[in-house]
């Protein structure tokens, strides 16, 4: 089976800390994904890796980073956390190629809060 | 702009009845539409999925339906089961795997 592990479930930080969330996935999936899933607004990309070393930002990459070192291994950065980022991360992962990257892998979630 | 609009946001359903989840997209790039399933505390998991060049996908209580030139494509539980209770997501892939998701139900079934 897929694994997709968020270190972290549960996090609270204050306002203005550097937050690190980490994901790794270990079925040699070449993309990676980081969600924000807030009530009422569904699954938003934040940032999407192809392969290692690379980044594409998504539909909402204000105030957030990544960082792809590893293969396995996709990192969500909080520069300067805010209220506004009090949310639930989803970090997923998928294939590449036509008919190969059909279906996302989900952790199970970071809840972070800001305080 | 949002490419998948999901309704309702919530749908209550006796058991044993028909739960019916409903998506539109704008998008004629889109190739590829998933439905996923999350519990509460987990996250989303694939459930069942469909390709624009198919109008209906049956996998054991769960149907997807689609109509390609309307744009739309629906999610039906038959014979809904309290352990259908979830929020469900659908979704639509546009490229290089990239997915863009409609706001999520939240289905519950009631015993």
């Known amino acids: 089976d897929v694994k997709v592990t968020q270190s972290s479930r549960y996090l609270v930080k204050r306002t203005g800390e550097k937050v690190f969330l980490e994901c790794v996935q270990d079925?040699?999936?070449?993309?990676m994904f980081w969600y924000r899933q807030d009530p009422g607004l569904g699954l938003r990309l934040i940032y999407f890796s192809y392969d290692v070393k690379m980044k594409e930002k998504g539909d909402i990459p204000e105030g957030y980073s990544v960082s792809r070192e590893k293969k396995e291994r996709f990192s969500l950065i909080l520069e300067s956390a805010s209220t506004n980022q009090t949310s639930m991360y989803l970090c997923?992962?998928?294939?590449?190629?036509?008919?190969?990257?059909?279906?996302?892998?989900f952790g199970e979630g970071s809840w972070l809060t800001v305080v | 702009q949002q490419q998948v609009k999901q309704s309702p946001q919530s749908l209550i359903v006796q058991k044993g009845g028909i739960s019916i989840i409903n998506c539109a997209y704008e998008n004629t790039a889109f190739d590829y539409f998933p439905w996923y399933q999350q519990f509460p505390g987990k996250g989303p998991a694939l459930l069942i999925a469909?390709?624009?060049?198919?109008s209906e996908k049956k996998e054991g209580r769960f149907t997807i339906s689609f109509n390609k030139s309307a744009k739309q494509f629906s999610l039906h539980i038959m014979d809904s089961q309290p352990g259908d209770s979830a929020t469900y997501f659908c979704?639509?892939?546009?490229?290089?795997?990239?997915?863009?998701f409609g706001d999520g139900t939240t289905l519950t079934v009631k015993p």
């Open positions: 079925m040699d999936h070449e993309n």
């Open positions: 469909i390709r624009p060049d198919v």
């Open positions: 997923a992962s998928s294939l590449r190629g036509a008919g190969q990257g059909d279906t996302i892998y």
């Open positions: 979704a639509a892939r546009r490229a290089a795997g990239k997915s863009t």
